[in-house]
């Protein structure tokens, strides 16, 4: 495949990040005293909580309150006894140990700096890029991400584009017997009539406002069926696309879809996409060599069916019949 030229072409430059690398983690917490948003750079390595309760003193930078075990509770709380606001009371050292819990108890709890807007954001405002810093996600949020692929987009070369929708017939036709008819009305049951992502509310006649995800991407030989779909709105659902779930939704969703549509929580939480394989890859190949009315010649889809199949590692599916058809694969 041609890849694009690594020079930017984008028109959107990255930053340069003060004191900091742009896969560093970053704790935020709200003052308890002026209630303003705090944000502490971590670093390159996550903390226990029990080390953030035991080492540090984070000192407000609105009002100078200092965040720490050894410190009372602010003595503007009045609806606490004066007492339980002491350093030396009980209420107070548990307070302070789930204070700094909250906010490093899991790699989810962090927040990262974006090097293209510069805000500082929540974890899941990040897609994943596995071994890439101690939260393993990309340098750009979500929003600029968004903004960056709405120009490279428009560069793919006629190949790259050819490509894709190559994988894309040939995924559909691999899966076309195992999708399943969905009850639009059940599905909105079942979601309580609500985009899962944002909470919005969605109107079933306005069918141009919602969209049925994906869950586990086609692209990855996942049909749809009732455990497969969730609903999202038409925004949530572009901003999706083909992406594997754990890339998209939070650990919490992702709990929650499972309880919803009953879908196997191992695999929706992979950090990496696992390309199914409990499908009948000889009736793909059939259906995609039997395309009536198509303009691409036969040896051309021979050609492209091979490609994908290694792409996806399915030789082994494979019986000796179609083996035979495709001409047989290097190994």
């Given amino acids: 495949m041609v890849r694009r030229p690594t020079q930017n072409e984008t028109g959107i430059d990255r930053i340069p990040l003060e004191n900091s690398n742009v896969h560093d983690a970053w704790a935020v917490y709200i003052c308890v005293n002026c209630r303003a948003i705090n944000y502490v750079h971590i670093g390159n390595s996550l903390v226990s909580p029990e080390h953030a309760y035991q080492n540090y003193a984070w000192e407000c930078t609105a009002c100078g309150?200092?965040?720490?075990?050894?410190?009372?509770?602010?003595?503007?709380?009045?609806?606490?006894?004066?007492?339980?606001?002491?350093?030396?009371?009980?209420?107070?050292?548990?307070?302070?140990?789930?204070?700094?819990?909250?906010?490093?108890?899991?790699?989810?709890?962090?927040?990262?700096?974006?090097?293209?807007c510069g805000r500082i954001l929540?974890?899941?405002?990040?897609?994943?890029?596995?071994?890439?810093?101690?939260?393993?996600?990309?340098?750009?949020?979500?929003?600029?991400?968004?903004?960056?692929?709405?120009?490279?987009?428009?560069?793919?070369?006629?190949?790259?584009?050819?490509?894709?929708?190559?994988?894309?017939?040939?995924?559909?036709?691999?899966?076309?017997?195992?999708?399943?008819?969905?009850d639009i009305q059940a599905l909105f049951n079942r979601f309580g009539g609500k985009c899962f992502k944002t909470g919005k509310c969605l109107d079933i006649a306005k069918t141009g406002s919602w969209h049925i995800d994906h869950i586990l991407p086609s692209k990855y030989l996942y049909p749809l069926t009732v455990q497969n779909a969730a609903l999202l709105s038409s925004e949530a659902n572009s901003n999706k696309r083909d992406r594997w779930p754990s890339e998209f939704y939070t650990p919490q969703e992702l709990v929650e879809l499972a309880k919803i549509t009953g879908a196997d929580l191992n695999l929706l939480s992979s950090p990496v996409p696992i390309v199914n394989t409990h499908i009948n890859v000889n009736r793909g190949v059939d259906r995609y060599l039997n395309v009536r009315n198509s303009n691409t010649d036969l040896l051309r889809r021979v050609m492209e069916l091979k490609k994908v199949i290694q792409q996806y590692d399915l030789e082994d599916l494979l019986d000796d019949e179609h083996r035979a058809i495709l001409g047989g694969f290097v190994q």
């Fill in 65 to 116: 309150f200092v965040h720490s075990k050894n410190a009372d509770l602010p003595d503007n709380w009045k609806n606490w006894r004066p007492e339980l606001l002491e350093k030396e009371e009980l209420t107070v050292e548990r307070f302070w140990q789930a204070f700094f819990r909250i906010s490093t108890e899991n790699p989810e709890a962090y927040w990262k700096q974006c090097n293209v």
């Fill in 122 to 182: 929540p974890n899941h405002a990040f897609s994943k890029h596995k071994g890439f810093g101690p939260l393993e996600k990309q340098m750009e949020c979500r929003a600029c991400k968004g903004a960056i692929n709405a120009v490279l987009n428009c560069q793919r070369t006629s190949e790259q584009l050819r490509e894709s929708s190559i994988r894309r017939r040939v995924a559909d036709m691999f899966v076309e017997e195992y999708n399943e008819r969905i």
